[in-house]
């Protein structure tokens, strides 16, 4: 074909090219063969040379055969085209220009050219979608092999780095385009096939998944500068927001792409357009449709949110169209709209300089924030507290709105999404850390100064009140002012007449209107309106002719008429004494005075005003940070709450919190702080360490110019953390500062400021004295030998032999000399040196036993602590310690005995001598803790070196056997490769301590054997010994004694668990409690027929009893050592206790007793009845909230389904309507699923009479509501069965059912849902006393129901729960009659016997 008689067409698919579509137009005459497309590309080169880019009007049948059979040919071939036809393009780019400046261009060199170009460009542009066609597959298998050298495999396809050549590629097509090569066309209009040939590429080269790499970025920067060509050259914005919308609805890579070529098309080409058009296309996709497509409203949400990050000003005028996107149900849009309207807030709408209408758009856009702080999504309301966290960090949040939104974040603090509470104290910690107000924010601190200037401020309104004249205001502003009160007032005289209110401010008759118009003055000035207006009625009508009543507008309306008349009078003359008599003003000159005097007096009022204006703005800055403080105060006590959540990041968040708080002086952090200690012990490592995180920014890093400085500051803030400390808090701050000790990071200077405050080389008080030994000790737990080479210096310091005795730093310096030696470690059997011990002669021991001796004879209550440090220090570092403690013992019981001794002597000879009750309390007390120390020596230290000493024999005498002796198999060698040789050694080593403690301890002529008598008198007699400090130390040594022998235990069992029943002191009901949970832990056995005794307490009236008995029952139950039966019921009502602190520690406990394999599944029946028997039961309401907590315990499925069916059963043989109501309440809390359902439509016939019960049939229609939620569409037919047979009962009762699956067709339903004969479903039920739920027995019945047989062959499976199995016995662990406590206990006798005396 002729070049002047042919046209090439664009087609929309390569065959096109080859069959004739129209008149002239081009056809590929020719495909040729693979073997002859190099010769011919040769041939086209060399036409190249020769003529031009026009040789390709000759040789484009030779480019499409390439590109017909690109997959096949060789990769050399592949880059001789590439790289030859973008020669040939950029030589066209560069010929055009001339081409295009010609004026004499001729029709047919302007259609070749014309041809040329759309040729070699469909060619180039065909060529690179081929080679990226090639390439995204090669980089997806690439992706499935791994490894290293995709790169060389990628090289290796394509014979070069395709990634590489695409940027030159779109470089130049950009700058062909930038040519005015509309001309080449008819008429100068280009045609849109060439342009979407051109920026068709570019879109499918953004498809390309890894176009996102940072490697590709020099690619989407040309794509974006080719697009920005088309849109401003050749109209394509339509087509590109038309194709931007569809790529993010099917491309989640391409937002941020997308969003950076958008704002660069809106800046630096000005095509701002395209941001309007694309967000309208975005505002008109309907709500409905994009909650459907997830996707879609996902890569829509990801551009418009960082669109507004990079180009707000422009995004803000089209956000009208997005506002519906806020009431649709996709919760990711409105995120974006509303993270859209924070930046624009953020980089637009901030600052103090806004206009008018830029604040009222600010102040819209923040309004729609807060509200959507109530949104009913937890994403949304968490990326609210988010932007608002933002917003306050960059300070452009209005001052005015900071108390609105610290209110929203505290009132989100209470949220149910963990998400939210975790945004909210962020949020609050951005409102701390940036607030205007004040470094230091203590709501105590604020109160005073703001009384203060508040007083002040009213103080400076009465004075100028006072002493400024009316004439200084000015009379424009008082009027204004008084306008709104004046025309209400003339309003009602207007519409209700008053009869008679003129009569006393009528017009005299001598009066001038200037007297009168003075006198409405007068009464307007003191806020006499009603006055003021009816006298101005009289003026009206007596000088209609005079000024100023005579300008009267009839046209104006009667209120408008009065009000311009009051207007113009009392904004008239406003100095009338002056200008109405001159000479007198003039008069009161003294001589030598003028009117000049007038300037300072004027300069004087402005003054006082400024004054008053500032002092308003300070009282109001008061207000404000008083406000804050107390809404932080408010926080902290909710966020105090969280500090021991599940989530790790949520602990986290308020541990930062707190620090936070603490740092900026709120009092009541110091709460918070305290309250994080115990979570140094927490498993989850990212706590831990967020605790030692926040106690290093707290207080190991303190202020001060000097290492010694900072070192009295660190012990000082420390200090405050030991003061009324519990010992819990105690053994946490140690952790923490072991900790730092260790890693070093406290400095010298600590341990010296230390060492001189406990010397007293440095001043300080005995309290800063006693922590300075506290934290001696902690750090010795780190490096003992912080005390270890000191211990001379500690005894010199607690123990010396000073009057009175200081026996609270005595303990401290025995805590810290405990810690030189591993007290918390049982002794290793692999240790090969013997433990470090001190001899029985040391001087500690000494001072010790003459402190604990001289002691015992005094009433000090701090000796009986001290006293107990002691001996357990004896215990731990001497050698021989029971020989000291013998040696303590027996001196103070001579010491006791020489008292009573003396007081026998000086009373009368017919009285019985008394001895002091504290000295027999401190005798009992001392007794008991040496009973008990001397049990963990023997187990623990005796024990331990048996098995040190036995390891180390056992070595010798395998060093001392021969290598003959190897080949010989004997018993021994047997049982040692079995690994029994050890244990039997261990078992003899136990049975020996065992014995000790069995035979020896308690009997005989043995220390300890002496003072069980007392102990048992004292505690047999409550009422001879009623002391409660007595008691409760007698209480407290009976149980350390019962802790060393089994058979004393037994022997004593029936008192300790008499005077845990009727102690009349809490604090020995308590102590008892703790004493046989330690029992029940030693002796399992002799216990467990007293464990409903220890469930008992849990009802205890006293809140510290029923505290410590759910910390017992809680460590017993969890540890395996108690049964767990029906009684745990009695845990399940502490869930409501009135104490929050009792609650948590119940919900702890089932928290923790979930972990355990269907541990509350198997007890919830036997909770159930319990709790809604009749008698003993709990009440509705808090049944309610016991269940509901309960059985968000039940997750599974099966768990689910077996529970139903269980329930359901229950109904046949509960009693009461309370009874339904409660199983109805059951059933309708559990999880239900489509099987479990199923199980409640075969049990139907169970509950359906007790439908008639709204309530009951409330509960079951709730059960419908949960599960349409979530259901399928195959099992909406079962919910909606399920939901008709529920109202057909209701209304109608059970024989309603019937007809209704008589209509639906019988062979529809299971055999198990059908109808029960009426007999059989009327029948009275038998029930026992024990159990007001026990499963009834199958009930047999002569009555046949018409489908007998096909009923019989499913046998109805029995239901049987742990209550129903145990008989009355075990289901409670009373006592036999021999077992249990007779009537007259000691206890009673003693008081009897007391009162007969």
């Not at 140690?734 to 000790?741: K, P, Q």
């Not at 007390?925 to 040190?948: K, N």
């Not at 209480?1035 to 300790?1056: E, H, P, Y």
Request: one cysteine or more; glycine letters at 4%.
């Amino acid at each position: 074909m002729s070049p002047q008689v042919w046209e090439f067409h664009l087609p929309l698919s390569p065959e096109e090219l080859l069959k004739s579509g129209g008149v002239n137009q081009y056809v590929v005459q020719e495909v040729l063969s693979i073997r002859h497309l190099p010769s011919h590309l040769k041939a086209f080169q060399t036409a190249f040379r020769a003529q031009g880019p026009l040789a390709v009007l000759e040789h484009f049948d030779t480019i499409y055969s390439i590109l017909h059979h690109f997959r096949s040919i060789d990769p050399g071939l592949k880059e001789d085209t590439l790289e030859f036809l973008i020669k040939v393009v950029s030589r066209h780019s560069q010929e055009l220009p001339a081409v295009l400046d010609d004026a004499a261009l001729s029709v047919s060199d302007r259609s070749a050219h014309l041809n040329a170009l759309k040729m070699n460009c469909y060619a180039l542009i065909r060529l690179l979608e081929s080679f990226e066609t090639m390439s995204s597959q090669t980089g997806l298998m690439n992706l499935e092999l791994g490894g290293k050298g995709r790169k060389s495999r990628a090289k290796a396809t394509h014979g070069f780095d395709w990634e590489e050549e695409r940027q030159p590629i779109l470089q130049l097509l950009t700058q062909l385009l930038q040519l005015d090569i509309r001309h080449l066309w008819n008429h100068s209009i280009i045609e849109e096939e060439f342009v979407s040939l051109v920026t068709g590429c570019c879109y499918r080269l953004l498809e390309n998944p890894t176009i996102s790499h940072q490697k590709n970025r020099p690619t989407r920067e040309a794509v974006t500068h080719l697009l920005g060509v088309a849109l401003t050259r050749y109209n394509h914005m339509l087509s590109a927001t038309v194709k931007i919308i569809q790529m993010l609805q099917h491309f989640e890579h391409l937002a941020s792409i997308l969003v950076a070529a958008v704002s660069l098309w809106a800046t630096d080409y000005g095509m701002k357009s395209i941001v309007g058009e694309i967000v309208r296309e975005i505002g008109q996709k309907c709500p409905q449709e994009l909650s459907r497509d997830p996707t879609g409203a996902k890569g829509f949400a990801a551009f418009l949110t960082e669109l507004a990050e990079r180009i707000p000003a422009i995004l803000m005028s089209s956000m009208c169209i997005l506002l519906d996107h806020l009431d649709g149900e996709n919760y990711v849009m409105r995120n974006a709209v509303l993270a859209a309207m924070a930046e624009m807030v953020l980089q637009v709408l901030s600052g103090d300089q806004l206009e008018v209408a830029s604040r009222d758009t600010r102040d819209q856009f923040l309004d729609t924030l807060q509200a959507h702080c109530h949104d009913v999504n937890s994403f949304v309301r968490s990326r609210v507290l988010q932007l608002f966290t933002r917003i306050v960090q960059q300070k452009a949040l209005p001052l005015t709105r900071f108390q609105a939104v610290v209110a929203l974040a505290v009132g989100r603090l209470a949220d149910k999404s963990v998400l939210v509470c975790k945004s909210a104290i962020q949020l609050l910690a951005s409102f701390l850390a940036n607030n205007p107000f004040s470094c230091k924010l203590s709501d105590t601190d604020l109160a005073g100064p703001l009384q203060k200037e508040t007083q002040k401020l009213q103080e400076m309104r009465a004075q100028r009140r006072a002493t400024a004249p009316s004439a200084e205001l000015d009379p424009a502003e008082e009027w204004e002012a008084m306008l709104p009160e004046l025309k209400a007032t003339l309003q009602q005289l207007l519409t209700l007449p008053q009869e008679g209110e003129g009569m006393s401010e009528g017009v005299a008759e001598t009066e001038t209107p200037e007297e009168v118009e003075g006198r409405i003055r007068q009464l307007l000035a003191k806020a006499s309106y009603k006055q003021a207006i009816i006298l101005t009625q009289e003026a009206i009508g007596h000088f209609r002719e005079s000024e100023p009543f005579c300008h009267v507008d009839p046209e104006d309306s009667e209120e408008t008429r009065f009000l311009s008349l009051l207007g113009a009078i009392f904004k008239g003359p406003a100095a009338p004494t002056q200008e109405e008599n001159p000479q007198a003003a003039a008069g009161n000159l003294g001589p030598g005075e003028t009117g000049c005097k007038d300037k300072p007096s004027g300069s004087e009022p402005e003054e006082r005003s400024d004054e008053l204006v500032k002092q308003e703005l300070l009282v109001q800055y008061l207000q404000d940070a008083h406000s804050f403080s107390l809404q932080i105060t408010k926080a902290i006590g909710i966020i105090s709450k969280m500090m021991y959540e599940h989530t790790t990041t949520v602990v986290q968040e308020v541990i930062e919190f707190f620090v936070m708080v603490f740092q900026f002086g709120v009092p009541q952090a110091l709460f918070g702080v305290r309250r994080m200690l115990p979570l140094i012990w927490s498993k989850e490592p990212g706590v831990r360490d967020a605790v030692l995180n926040a106690y290093r920014q707290l207080y190991l890093k303190p202020k001060g110019d000097s290492a010694r400085a900072k070192a009295q500051t660190l012990i000082h803030s420390v200090s405050l953390l030991l003061v009324d400390a519990s010992v819990g808090t105690i053994q946490c701050l140690e952790e923490i500062i072991c900790e730092f000790v260790q890693k070093d990071e406290l400095s010298p200077a600590v341990t010296q400021v230390l060492w001189e405050q406990a010397t007293e080389k440095a001043p300080c008080s005995p309290l800063e004295r006693c922590c300075s030994v506290m934290l001696l000790g902690m750090m010795a737990r780190g490096k003992p030998e912080i005390v270890g080479s000191n211990l001379d210096t500690l005894v010199n310091i607690g123990l010396d032999e000073k009057l009175p005795p200081d026996y609270r730093l005595a303990q401290q310096v025995c805590h810290a000399i405990a810690n030189i030696s591993e007290r918390r470690k049982q002794p290793s059997v692999g240790e090969r040196h013997p433990p470090f011990r001190l001899p029985q002669e040391h001087r500690l021991f000494e001072r010790l036993r003459e402190m604990v001796t001289k002691g015992s004879i005094h009433p000090d209550p701090l000796w009986v602590p001290f006293k107990e440090a002691a001996v357990g220090l004896i215990y731990q570092l001497a050698e021989g310690p029971e020989v000291i403690c013998a040696r303590i013992l027996q001196d103070c019981a001579k010491q006791a005995l020489e008292k009573l001794e003396k007081s026998d002597h000086q009373e009368a000879p017919q009285e019985t001598p008394v001895l002091p009750t504290f000295l027999l309390m401190n005798l009992l007390s001392l007794a008991g803790d040496v009973a008990l120390q001397q049990l963990v020596h023997l187990e623990q230290a005796v024990s331990g070196e048996l098995c040190r000493r036995r390891v180390l024999r056992e070595e010798q005498e395998h060093k001392r056997k021969e290598p003959k002796e190897k080949n010989s198999k004997s018993e021994s060698t047997l049982e040692e490769e079995m690994g029994l040789g050890g244990a039997t050694a261990d078992d003899t080593e136990a049975e020996l301590i065992r014995g000790i403690c069995e035979l020896e301890l308690l009997e005989g002529k043995q220390t300890l054997a002496a003072f069980v008598p007392l102990l048992l008198k004292v505690c047999n007699n409550p009422g001879l010994y009623s002391n409660p400090e007595l008691s409760t130390a007698a209480s407290l040594a009976l149980g350390k004694f019962c802790m060393i022998s089994a058979t004393f235990c037994d022997s004593q069992l029936r008192l300790l668990f008499t005077m845990l029943e009727k102690s009349s002191l809490p604090i020995v009901r308590s102590n008892l409690m703790i004493a046989t949970g330690d029992l029940a832990i030693r002796f399992p056995n002799l216990v467990d027929p007293w464990t409903p005794h220890l469930y008992a307490r849990l009802r205890d009236p006293s809140q510290h009893v029923r505290k410590t008995a759910a910390l017992v029952m809680t460590h017993l139950i969890l540890k395996d050592m108690v049964k767990v039966k029906g009684q745990v019921s009695e845990m399940a009502v502490l869930l409501i206790d009135p104490a929050p602190q009792i609650a948590a520690l119940a919900k702890n406990f089932f928290n923790e007793l979930s972990n355990k394999a269907n541990a509350i599944y198997n007890l919830l029946p036997d909770i159930i009845s319990r709790l809604s028997a009749p008698e003993g039961g709990v009440e509705e309401e808090p049944f309610h909230t016991i269940m509901k907590q309960l059985l968000s315990y039940i997750t599974k499925d099966k768990q689910t389904e077996s529970l139903v069916e269980k329930l359901c059963q229950r109904f046949r043989t509960a009693q009461t309507e309370r009874q339904y109501r409660d199983l109805a309440y059951c059933v309708s809390q559990l999880p239900l699923t489509e099987r479990g359902l199923r199980k409640m439509l075969d049990n139907f016939d169970c509950f359906g009479d007790k439908l008639s019960d709204e309530s009951i049939f409330s509960a079951f229609l709730s059960i419908v509501g949960k599960l349409r939620r979530g259901a399928k569409p195959e099992g909406k037919a079962v919910i909606d069965e399920f939901e008709q047979k529920l109202r057909a009962c209701h209304t109608r009762g059970l024989d309603a059912v019937e007809e209704l699956e008589v209509g639906q067709g019988s062979s529809q339903r299971a055999p198990s849902a059908r109808k029960q004969p009426a007999a059989t479903r009327h029948r009275p039920v038998a029930s026992t006393a024990s159990d007001n739920f026990v499963t009834p027995k199958p009930r047999r019945t002569t009555y046949q129901h018409p489908n007998t047989q096909q009923r019989a062959s499913r046998k109805k499976l029995r239901i049987v729960f742990s209550s129903d199995e145990s008989s009355d016995e075990e289901l409670s662990a009373e006592m036999t009659e021999d077992e249990t406590p007779k009537k007259t206990t000691p206890i009673r006798r003693a008081s009897a016997h007391r009162h007969r005396s």
